[in-house]
């Protein structure tokens, strides 16, 4: 299978992309990727990487960087999971930028009331950052909880994300 990569220079690191021929399979911050290789490498074994630069996927993380938060909504994806992953992934898609959901909220929006911490282990899965946002998902309370990429991060993403959703 070929398999394309490229790269977006962020405020707050590097971001890191790669997609297949029917949409980004893996998508997270360069000094964090590590994790994401692992799960390329099991999906595909090793794979030749092309480069690829000025694709919609470039295109529409700098938009999103720039203020467009819907600029990342049409992405197609190919991330693989179980179904349950598939289907909190889903989930976290309709989260719209600048708004939260607490773990629980979200294991009762999918009629799983008692599956919280189910829905954070897929969350913590998720192959595909900022696309399917787990940056969304807070603690309990309200509490900035768990980001694969710091919580730093995470809070700078919800703070750009709510600047640009007024």
Same mark, same amino acid.
């Given at each position: ?8 220079? /962020? ?11 029917? &949409? ?20 595909? &074994? ?6 690829? /630069? ?24 190919? /991330?693989?999971? /179980? ?15 600048? &708004? ?38 807070? &603690?309990?309370? =309200?509490?900035?909880? =768990? ?20």
């Amino acid at each position: 299978m070929k398999l394309f990569t490229g790269s977006v220079s /962020s405020p707050i690191g590097e971001v890191k992309f790669v997609e297949s021929r029917t &949409g980004v399979c893996a998508l997270g911050f360069a000094d964090g990727w590590e994790r994401l290789e692992r799960v390329l490498r099991r999906r595909f &074994g090793d794979t030749a990487y092309t480069t690829v /630069s000025a694709n919609p996927t470039e295109l529409a993380l700098k938009a999103y960087f720039e203020g467009d938060m819907d600029a990342l909504d049409q992405l197609a994806l190919d /991330s693989a999971g /179980s179904d349950f992953q598939c289907l909190v992934w889903k989930a976290l898609r309709k989260i719209e930028a600048g &708004g939260t959901c607490s773990y629980g909220e979200l294991a009762r929006k999918l009629g799983r009331p008692t599956s919280q911490r189910a829905v954070a282990n897929a969350n913590a899965r998720n192959p595909v950052s900022l696309i399917t946002p787990c940056h969304r998902v807070i &603690g309990a309370g =309200g509490a900035l909880t =768990g980001y694969a990429f710091g919580i730093e991060r995470k809070r700078w993403l919800l703070d750009h994300e709510s600047y640009y959703s007024r």
